[in-house]
């Protein structure tokens, strides 16, 4: 989702824009698909593929000397902090060690004094939060392997600028949603069932932690915040959010108003369940198995 927004505001503002894809048997370019020059026959304009992986330092080190880029935006990794448990040596390689293989690449290439770059941290380092709001201050306290790999990315980067004098920032972006977010994130799939029920092609969907609290925004905005970020006379590390939270039931309720149902919640827990008010339908069930390890 954030790659295809940045690209799209990039190329708006007349730069070449170079992105890196993983190798896959499907195709998995469908978010980018309409900056091609022409995307029937995947012809490049101003937006450049290269294959390539954040586990792969040679791929790295050849694209970017190759390139010569101004500004990297390292918005690569294994994001699904659910998945993350499931994943956890994986997400490390990627978010954490990857990060540290971009870096070390632009170092490499003798690239250290002139370009400048972005890495996508997280509101998932603040975890079990230590103050609210949180700030750029705020403690750290992760509580998922995406959260710890986030981590090492963070100070990693940190690690660069002050070592190296690398014009290198965090963005520490709280949750932002877009229709181009993934189908196994909790906000599409809430709007994607919701969807289908209205019209006849589900009855009913599973969610976990009803009371979980998020701060939402919209990738398109978060995107020019990264931008802005790298535009400073100075490096700094900045947090990213609305400073509004909302519920996972609320999303839930505010969304099958759209298609003019109300939700009623009955029982506790994992017996909980949401009913139409006006059919008497049961839509929403919880199950066990969409609960994070560590809740947030």
Not at 50 to 72: A, F, R
Not at 88 to 115: F, P, Q, W
Not at 165 to 171: E, I, Q, R
Not at 230 to 259: C, M, N, W, Y
């Amino acid at each position: 989702q954030d790659g295809s927004y940045l690209a799209e505001f990039l190329l708006e503002k007349g730069y070449e824009v170079h992105g890196i894809v993983r190798r896959s048997s499907s195709f998995n370019t469908g978010r980018i698909e309409h900056l091609y020059k022409n995307p029937q026959a995947h012809i490049e304009g101003n937006m450049k593929l290269h294959y390539g992986d954040l586990t792969d330092s040679t791929c790295l080190v050849k694209i970017i000397n190759e390139v010569k880029p101004s500004e990297i935006y390292n918005l690569g990794a294994q994001s699904h902090v659910k998945i993350s448990f499931d994943l956890a040596e994986y997400t490390a390689d990627v978010d954490g060690v990857g990060t540290l293989r971009l870096l070390d690449a632009i170092k490499t290439c003798g690239l250290i004094n002139s370009v400048k770059f972005y890495q996508a941290s997280t509101s998932e380092l603040f975890g079990k939060v230590q103050e609210i709001p949180q700030k750029e201050t705020t403690p750290f306290y992760p509580r998922s392997p995406y959260g710890a790999a986030k981590l090492y990315a963070y100070w990693i980067v940190v690690n660069f600028r002050e070592a190296y004098n690398l014009f290198a920032v965090n963005g520490i972006l709280f949750n932002h949603e877009s229709p181009r977010r993934g189908a196994n994130f909790v906000t599409r799939k809430i709007s994607r069932s919701v969807a289908k029920i209205h019209l006849g092609q589900l009855d009913c969907f599973s969610l976990g932690n009803l009371d979980a609290k998020r701060d939402w925004g919209h990738a398109r905005d978060y995107v020019e915040a990264m931008w802005l970020m790298l535009q400073t006379d100075e490096p700094e590390d900045f947090v990213i959010a609305t400073g509004e939270v909302h519920s996972v039931r609320e999303f839930v309720e505010k969304s099958f108003k759209h298609i003019g149902k109300t939700i009623v919640w009955e029982g506790k827990n994992e017996n909980e369940v949401g009913r139409c008010k006006e059919t008497g339908k049961i839509h929403v069930t919880v199950n066990h198995k969409y609960y994070r390890p560590t809740e947030v």
